[in-house]
């Protein structure tokens, strides 16, 4: 049987991906020129990125770019993009970056915004660490357009009800009818936020409120802050800026993980989409109250800290886990273990849908919990017809059941990751506790950046061996693109039925 995709299709949009991927090269290429560094690393991986793009355009056909195309383009997308960024890592030859896993490394936990890093020290050209924020950023650009304008329309784990709450009911008040013109609003939206939060972070360096900010910090944390990422240019994350600062990066890193389409609906004024959102409460009450009982625990454990630190730290980092940033101000890792389970719970929340965060996302656990209720309700009352609801309306139950399915795919994901991490590390006898190896592949595999151990806020991944480092590549690259796109590539019947 033939096969039945137009894969000509998917690698010539696949190119044309790649060809963007030159023009934001160019920044951190002036910024090379700038501060009198090797441009090399930037013009090598410009010429490359557009020589495979071009060659792959040439490959386009006249069939259509279908469901089935789109399941390709996002897989190969995503892992070429990170290739092809790991480019100026090696060239640029930088300590342990010049090698080429722990390059793939860094540019894939960039541009899946997970954050992991296995850096030991940050003593490199400006203008690659500026690289190292940069890809971040476009990751979170990316996955924002993925999920608005391909994954929602593929029905990929519940995805479709992405723009239940916040769309209208009237044609009037739908975002724009075109994916094209989709895409290009999320991305004034998502420019418009970032280019604030280098305002508002620059503002509080040049004030004096935050002297460390400076302009190249403030632009830096505003690309990871924005797009939920993680990575900082300082070795010391957050911790490295004063408290304003701190709560500056908490606000956007919680815009950032909020419903894009809600914040579109925000800047015309119709308040009234947010109180009625049950997402955005339910998002936000989870922050709250892991918030409150990390703080709790915290002042349980004895006084360290003045009152504010406390809040503050207690605070910011359950707002960088469940956001899945991965900012740090505090090395939780020193915390009790209650308080680092509580953080280890909220890796597993995530944000809001249509958002740039990572994880399993707060619309699918307020689903299941919709659908727990409803269950317990007609064991009890089995006549009774009671349809979940969210925004008033019925939800489908093919979705219901998608968001199950995810949900059950996302843990055994974490589970394998798990295996793999403590059987590789036994073997390299790397000194790993099981909960270690828990927090390192949840991290991974749900893109959440620190974890625990070794991998902690300041520690580095770089202490797993290089087979371990290769499995997490696969575990963010799979996690990030919601994990069906990879299975069903896998499915023979995809090629051929």
Same mark, same amino acid.
């Given at each position: 049987?033939?096969?039945?995709?137009?894969?000509?299709?998917?690698?010539? #949009?696949?190119?044309?991906?790649?060809?963007?991927?030159?023009?934001?090269l160019?920044?951190?290429?002036?910024?090379?020129?700038?501060?009198?560094?090797?441009? $090399?690393?930037?013009?090598?991986?410009?010429?490359?990125?557009?020589?495979?793009?071009?060659?792959?355009?040439?490959?386009?056909?006249?069939?259509?770019?279908r469901?089935?195309?789109?399941?390709?383009?996002?897989?190969?997308?995503?892992?070429?993009?990170?290739?092809?960024?790991? $480019?100026?890592?090696?060239?640029?030859?930088?300590?342990?970056?010049?090698?080429?896993?722990?390059?793939?490394?860094?540019?894939?936990?960039g541009?899946?915004?997970?954050?992991?890093?296995?850096?030991?020290?940050?003593?490199?050209?400006?203008?690659?660490?500026?690289?190292?924020?940069?890809?971040?950023?476009?990751?979170?650009?990316? $996955?924002?357009?993925? =999920?608005?304008?391909?994954?929602?329309?593929?029905?990929?784990?519940?995805?479709?009800?992405?723009?239940?709450?916040?769309?209208? @009911?009237?044609?009037?008040?739908?975002?724009?009818?075109h994916?094209a013109?989709?895409?290009?609003?999320?991305?004034?939206?998502?420019?418009?936020?970032?280019l604030?939060?280098?305002?508002?972070?620059?503002?509080?360096?040049?004030?004096?409120? &935050?002297?460390?900010?400076?302009?190249?910090?403030?632009?830096?944390?505003?690309?990871?802050?924005?797009?939920?990422?993680?990575?900082?240019?300082?070795?010391?994350?957050?911790?490295?800026?004063?408290?304003?600062?701190?709560?500056?990066?908490?606000?956007?890193?919680?815009?950032?993980?909020?419903?894009?389409?809600?914040?579109?609906?925000l800047? @015309?004024?119709?308040?009234?989409?947010?109180?009625?959102?049950?997402?955005? @409460?339910?998002?936000?009450?989870?922050?709250?109250?892991? &918030?409150?009982?990390?703080?709790?625990?915290?002042?349980?454990?004895?006084?360290?800290?003045?009152?504010?630190?406390?809040?503050?730290?207690?605070?910011?980092?359950?707002?960088?886990?469940?956001?899945?940033?991965?900012?740090?101000?505090?090395?939780y890792?020193e915390?009790?273990?209650?308080?680092?389970?509580?953080?280890?719970?909220?890796?597993?929340?995530?944000?809001?849908?249509?958002?740039?965060?990572c994880?399993?996302?707060?619309?699918?656990w307020?689903?299941?919990?919709?659908? #727990?209720?409803r269950?317990?309700?007609?064991?009890?009352?089995?006549?009774?017809?009671?349809?979940?609801?969210? =925004?008033?309306?019925?939800?489908?139950?093919?979705? $219901?059941?998608?968001?199950?399915?995810?949900?059950?795919?996302? !843990?055994?994901?974490?589970?394998v990751?798990?295996?793999?991490?403590?059987?590789?590390?036994?073997?390299?006898?790397?000194?790993?506790?099981?909960?270690?190896?828990?927090?390192?592949?949840?991290?991974?595999?749900?893109?959440?950046?620190?974890?625990?151990?070794?991998?902690?806020?300041?520690?580095?991944?770089?202490?797993?061996?290089?087979?371990?480092? !290769?499995?997490?590549?696969?575990?963010?690259?799979?996690?990030?693109?919601?994990?069906?796109?990879?299975?069903?590539?896998?499915?023979?019947?995809?090629?051929?039925?």
């Amino acid at each position: 049987m033939s096969v039945r995709v137009a894969w000509r299709r998917s690698l010539a #949009f696949n190119g044309l991906v790649l060809q963007y991927l030159a023009i934001p090269l160019l920044f951190p290429l002036l910024l090379a020129i700038y501060y009198g560094e090797s441009t $090399i690393p930037f013009v090598v991986t410009i010429a490359i990125t557009l020589g495979i793009g071009t060659g792959l355009t040439r490959l386009d056909s006249d069939e259509d770019l279908r469901s089935r195309e789109a399941f390709l383009l996002v897989a190969l997308a995503w892992l070429s993009v990170a290739i092809v960024g790991a $480019i100026p890592f090696i060239i640029a030859d930088a300590g342990p970056l010049s090698q080429p896993v722990n390059a793939l490394f860094e540019s894939m936990s960039g541009l899946t915004t997970t954050g992991a890093t296995i850096l030991r020290t940050f003593e490199y050209p400006r203008s690659i660490m500026m690289w190292r924020q940069l890809i971040q950023w476009l990751g979170g650009l990316g $996955i924002l357009v993925l =999920a608005v304008a391909i994954l929602s329309r593929l029905s990929v784990g519940g995805a479709q009800l992405m723009e239940t709450e916040s769309r209208a @009911r009237e044609h009037t008040d739908r975002l724009t009818p075109h994916i094209a013109d989709t895409a290009r609003l999320i991305g004034s939206l998502y420019l418009g936020l970032t280019l604030l939060a280098i305002v508002v972070l620059y503002g509080l360096g040049a004030s004096g409120i &935050a002297p460390e900010m400076t302009l190249y910090n403030a632009i830096a944390h505003a690309f990871t802050s924005v797009g939920t990422a993680g990575f900082s240019p300082e070795p010391l994350s957050a911790a490295a800026f004063a408290p304003a600062a701190q709560y500056a990066l908490m606000v956007f890193m919680t815009l950032g993980s909020t419903n894009f389409v809600l914040l579109y609906f925000l800047l @015309r004024g119709r308040f009234g989409r947010l109180r009625k959102s049950e997402e955005l @409460r339910f998002y936000l009450g989870s922050i709250g109250v892991l &918030a409150g009982l990390v703080v709790v625990i915290l002042f349980l454990a004895g006084p360290t800290d003045s009152i504010e630190a406390t809040i503050r730290h207690g605070l910011f980092n359950v707002v960088s886990i469940v956001t899945t940033t991965g900012y740090a101000n505090a090395d939780y890792t020193e915390w009790t273990a209650f308080a680092q389970f509580f953080l280890f719970v909220g890796m597993f929340l995530g944000g809001m849908a249509g958002s740039t965060t990572c994880s399993i996302k707060s619309l699918r656990w307020l689903m299941i919990l919709k659908s #727990f209720r409803r269950d317990l309700f007609t064991a009890v009352h089995p006549e009774a017809i009671r349809p979940v609801r969210i =925004a008033g309306d019925p939800v489908d139950e093919t979705a $219901i059941r998608d968001i199950y399915g995810y949900v059950l795919l996302a !843990i055994i994901g974490v589970v394998v990751t798990t295996t793999v991490i403590a059987v590789d590390g036994a073997r390299a006898d790397l000194s790993i506790t099981a909960f270690d190896a828990l927090g390192a592949a949840a991290s991974t595999f749900l893109n959440i950046g620190p974890a625990f151990g070794p991998a902690g806020p300041f520690g580095t991944y770089d202490v797993f061996p290089t087979t371990t480092k !290769i499995a997490m590549v696969i575990a963010m690259w799979i996690g990030r693109i919601e994990i069906f796109p990879v299975l069903v590539l896998l499915s023979p019947a995809y090629w051929r039925s």
